[in-house]
């Protein structure tokens, strides 16, 4: 347990963005009088923009988290995650270019920015307000992602002066944190893991009696996207979930996506193989 700050770091990754959302006093007392009913039944916010302005920012800030939350394991509550030393480089290339795309889909906006605001005057009529738009200046400032790192806690470094009651009750607290972080963060691999093959299981019953399209080229992408980033986030070195990966890539990750959309033997191998390693996860769960 104590080799865990040597294994990963703490990262806690953070999103800043405007809305674009105006509170209007005025709207709020006339849609009140109409109802005649209080003032404080309701407050009316204006959409300052079309939700389709914000679509390019909106999608790169989604997959950073994204990418973030795949790349990771629970650590508690907050926002705070465990990133492991094996995946710490390519976790930060990501997001370093998911940065840059996010800087290029903000300046793409400001670009347009004084555009869509005049578009806005004919879409929202009487309710337009320019006064209502925040200035192009702070901008840069409304669509931020952040990523702080820290170090895992290490009992043996407890550094603090306490009497010595006290000392040992805080470590043993941190030491049980510790534990059931580390027990939740496996537990994560494993659903994860069963997850994904139960999913292309599922799919590939359905498909065989014509109920869901085939879709196998996708599906079995997802599951490979799972694998490559596993072997990272094994921070316990567990023997078991190599295996288990192992497999995926040679039991099912060896078929073809147009052979398994069209033959029917090739469907029956694929669910023999995700049985069977659905029975081995089983037994290590």
């Not at 490559?228 to 288990?244: A, G, M, R, S």
Request: aromatic share 8%; charged share 30%; hydrophobic share 35%.
């Amino acid at each position: 347990m104590s080799t865990l700050h040597t294994k990963a770091v703490l990262v806690t990754h953070s999103r800043s963005r405007m809305y674009f959302r105006k509170f209007d006093k005025a709207i709020s007392q006339e849609i009140a009088a109409l109802k005649g009913a209080p003032e404080s039944i309701g407050r009316y916010h204006k959409a300052l923009l079309h939700r389709r302005r914000l679509t390019r920012i909106n999608s790169v800030m989604t997959r950073a988290y994204q990418e973030h939350i795949d790349r990771t394991l629970p650590w508690a509550d907050g926002g705070t995650r465990i990133l492991p030393t094996k995946g710490y480089d390519e976790y930060m290339r990501v997001q370093r270019e998911l940065d840059g795309e996010l800087y290029n889909a903000v300046q793409e906006f400001k670009n347009n920015y004084a555009r869509y605001i005049d578009a806005e005057e004919l879409r929202m009529g009487t309710a337009f307000n320019r006064g209502d738009y925040p200035d192009i200046s702070t901008i840069d400032d409304g669509f931020k992602i952040s990523i702080d790192i820290a170090p895992i806690p290490d009992t043996s470094d407890f550094r603090v002066t306490l009497n010595e009651n006290d000392e040992q009750r805080i470590k043993a607290n941190l030491e049980t944190r510790l534990s059931d972080a580390l027990t939740e963060a496996v537990d994560e691999i494993w659903n994860r893991l069963q997850k994904s093959v139960t999913e292309l299981r599922d799919s590939t019953r359905l498909h065989m009696d014509g109920e869901k399209r085939g879709f196998f080229d996708s599906w079995l992408g997802g599951i490979k996207a799972i694998t490559n980033v596993i072997p990272k986030l094994n921070i316990t070195e567990d023997p078991h979930i190599t295996e288990i990966c192992n497999r995926i890539e040679f039991e099912l990750l060896a078929f073809d996506g147009e052979q398994l959309k069209n033959t029917k033997t090739a469907q029956e191998k694929l669910l023999d193989s995700t049985d069977s390693i659905l029975d081995a996860m089983a037994g290590y769960m």
